[in-house]
């Protein structure tokens, strides 16, 4: 009798054992899931719907660098992306890019070769017109404008000066230059591409291809070192205890300063909340966007917001637009007015509750285990 109740016992807790390990596993596949959810938990703005409009103003507010060397200056641009859906792990974006009151400039470099024949065939052309000394060039009149040698000891540069455009050719020993700029106004340009971001690595997303790192927002504040695209790395993140004044709104400090390696040695800048990690304004933002409108990049440079900054940036403590500034988003209003700057995940929710509950089993399973190993 005493035998089978023994073993009894044993079997109880042979059970009991499986049970606290199962229970066990269990709980460490929940931790594994709710670390999977704060890797890849959205923003808490992250909405079908939610908009971001990012605006400069002034000359030259705008530079658009196409890849055969065209540049186009605009007055005013604006940037706009768009929340068209959200997954677990990705959210769908569209973008539109608009830039009005354009000029064209179009610069590409010759060999010395290349630029002495196209200057000697240039020369000929206008051979047969009247030329008068001007200061060290040549000038002469022709009915859309006027034409200019400079002969120097270091080459030739002719220009063509017309009414609504500018040309101009440079030929050296060591290489040569030529370009056109466009005193014609262009009304308007307009872009418009959709994309996905990646919320496990923030990285953009093209027709599945990974193109770069995201720079709308950042839903991971430690990229310094980071890589965003085609050599272009983020030097350095760090805090400024600076308000943002912006179109939108101003941003109270902590305010998170990024800089990149743009151009070689000189770093542009971008400001980011660090609350909701969304982009406050950049100057000249590096971004994968741009080459899927079909630019090698687009830089943005407020003249009018910027001039209420007091110099040096970083050490102001009222800082205004110098780059594409957030003038309209609707990311930080609900029904019933301003949301908290952190919200956390229904999907998170749930698993802590879950987690909760199974931890509050093994309490009492363990306890259970205690009171019979007494009796």
Partial sequence: MQKQHAVGNMRKHAGLHI?????????????????????????????????????????????????????????????????LDVARDQIELKAQLRVYNLTMHYQRALNAEEGLI??????????????????????????????????????????IEETNQTYWLYAGDNGATEGLFSNATIPNLSR?????????????????????????????????????????????????????????????????????NFYGNSSNFALYDPGSGVLIEGYTPVSPIWELFGFKRVLFSDREHFNRTDDPIIKSKDI????????????????????????????????????????LVIGYERAKTRRMGKQ
């Fill in 320 to 359: 205004y637009g110098f780059g594409m500034v957030l003038e309209d988003t609707n990311a930080f209003y609900s029904e019933t007015g301003m949301l908290e700057n952190v919200q956390i995940p229904l999907d998170a929710i749930a698993v802590f509750v879950l987690a909760i509950t199974v931890f």
């Fill in 19 to 83: 049970r606290r390990r199962v229970l066990s596993l269990f709980v460490v596949f929940l931790a594994i899931s709710t670390l999977s959810i704060v890797v890849s938990s959205r923003p808490y703005w992250a909405t079908p719907g939610t908009y971001f409009e990012y605006t400069a103003r002034g000359d030259r507010a705008v530079i658009i660098e196409c890849h055969n060397g065209t540049l186009y200056f605009g007055t005013y641009g604006v940037l706009r992306w768009e929340i």
């Fill in 118 to 159: 196209k200057a000697r065939e240039l020369i000929e052309m206008y051979s047969s017109l009247n030329f008068t000394q001007s200061g060290p060039c040549r000038v002469a009149e022709v009915q859309a404008g006027r034409v200019k040698v400079c002969e120097r000891a270091d080459g030739v540069l002719i220009a």
């Fill in 192 to 260: 418009s591409i959709t994309f996905n971001v990646s919320l496990t690595d923030n990285s953009v997303l093209h027709n599945g291809k990974r193109l770069g790192m995201n720079t709308l927002f950042l839903t991971d504040l430690d990229v310094a070192g980071r890589t965003i695209m085609n050599g272009w790395f983020i030097n350095e993140v760090r805090e400024l205890n600076a308000t943002v004044h912006t179109r939108f709104g101003a941003f109270k400090p902590p305010i998170v300063l990024v800089t990149t």
